[in-house]
């Protein structure tokens, strides 16, 4: 079964400052998804970067890159620029995709506490 | 364009009795996913319908059962309610049977069993 690992339980950064948040994944696929999601106080999950496993290329949106290593089934979020607007829990999640059958499934991390300073 | 729509938002229900938590998907959306998130065990898959078909279930017990209906919207009941049972659960849609859109989530409903 796939696992996600996020060993930060919290983290803090200065407004303005970068942050890197990390996640390790274990899984015998070769192709998959990797998610980050944040969830404020609302509770809402929200989407912030989708990594494919087949492109080598990392992803970015905006403020937010990730650093993908699929050897290393690692896939760290970075923050750039933190607003105190980034305060939230972050989940790394796994998205299998072997068989066709196995969308909607994710598979999610502890999650990370990310506070941010004014 | 309206997001994921859960309801109700809260839920106090009392230990054996069952409750129906609803989610309707943005509209277009095919395939709704279910998940309990609680302070211990974190997020956990509940299961994920699409066009009306369950095609995964999560590692839960029979109580727990969904089902969608041909306008996608999706329903999920706990029956026999257990003190454990008390979680947010999150409910996210997307459009097609693919991760492209990754999966878009409802604010979730907080239900408290006493």
């Known amino acids: 079964a796939q696992t996600v690992t996020q060993s930060q339980p919290e983290m803090s950064v200065q407004e303005a400052e970068t942050v890197t948040l990390s996640c390790t994944y274990d899984?015998?696929?070769?192709?998959?998804?990797l998610f980050w999601y944040k969830q404020p106080p609302s509770r809402q999950m929200i989407l912030v970067i989708r990594q494919e496993a087949y492109k080598q290329q990392n992803a970015t949106e905006n403020r937010f890159s990730v650093n993908f290593q699929k050897a290393a089934k690692s896939f760290s979020l970075k923050i750039s620029d933190s607003q105190l607007g980034d305060a939230a829990m972050y989940f790394c999640a796994y998205g299998p995709t072997a068989g066709g059958t196995s969308y909607g499934k994710l598979t999610f991390g502890q999650g990370t506490i990310l506070t941010v300073h004014p | 364009k309206a997001g994921v729509t859960q309801t109700p938002r809260y839920l106090i229900k009392t230990r054996g009795q069952q409750v129906t938590l609803s989610c309707s998907p943005i509209?277009?959306?095919?395939?709704v996913s279910w998940y309990q998130q609680t302070p211990g065990q974190g997020l956990q898959f509940l299961f994920e319908?699409?066009?009306?078909?369950?095609?995964n279930k999560g590692n839960f017990p029979g109580r727990f059962s969904g089902r969608q209906f041909s306008n996608s919207r999706s329903e999920m009941n706990v029956s026999t309610l257990e003190l454990g049972d008390s979680a947010l659960y999150l409910c996210?849609?997307?459009?097609?049977?693919?991760?492209?859109?990754?999966?878009?989530f409802g604010s979730g409903t907080r239900l408290t069993v006493v």
């Open positions: 899984t015998s696929e070769s192709d998959y998804y």
């Open positions: 319908y699409f066009s009306e078909t369950q095609r």
């Open positions: 996210a849609s997307s459009p097609r049977a693919d991760y492209d859109y990754g999966y878009t």
């Open positions: 509209s277009g959306h095919r395939s």
